[in-house]
């Protein structure tokens, strides 16, 4: 009973580096069967809120529910049937207490997410105004593809695996095409000063390194957040590591 104790707080920290070791001794399905005394096994145990430690530096509540599911997935997927379906002694599933535990990280996630794309519908439609207003377009079309995306993001059901890849994978592309228009309205507005102002540089520039300064600070407030995007996406859970070390 301590050993199941012991392992089941192990694996409630998401701990690598720990769960590696316990990998190492090959016995992965029995760790994952072992039950303690409320009838709980370890997907019951990971399907428990991680703590704030181990999440805390994940920026953003939608990505700390990515994470969530990733690492509960992950411990899915080496378990046996009877253990995805077993109950504890409160009649409850390993997936039924996840979903439970994490119904305040869903809201927060998606509050977060529908914050950002609707400040990024607001910059979407002002750059779509400026492109239609301008004497030209630059090849691609006035970027309405931008606008689309966000207000898809805003009216989307934000259900719970909706987190894992359809949500981060949307905001990402999301994201990309607002940066490509940000370039596209700069390259537009750059060409139309040089145009009206017959070539005088020495006004020119200066209005344009003004105006890209509310530019890069847009870029630098979102940047950060498309790169964990890509990170956390692409990154394989704790538990995948360890399958691919120790299958």
Known sequence: MLMAETCFNLLLNASRNVFSLLCESGNQGYIIGMKDEFGNNTLHTIGQ???VAQIDHIQGAALQMQRELQWFKAAESIASPD???AFNLDYIKPFELFTKNHIKL???GEKSMKEIATSCTIVGALI????FAATFTVPGGNNEHTVMIFLGMLISRYAQD???IYLPTKMII???TLFISIAAMMIAFSCALFLMLHGESWIAFPAILLSTVPVLHLCGCNFPYYMNLHFYLRSRSVLQDCMLLHL
Do not use: H, P, Q
């Open 106 to 108: 869903v809201k927060k």
């Open 128 to 131: 779509v105004t400026i492109m």
């Open 83 to 85: 253990c995805r379906e």
């Open 174 to 176: 999301g994201l990309s």
């Open 162 to 164: 909706d987190f894992l």
């Open 49 to 51: 809120f991680s703590s």
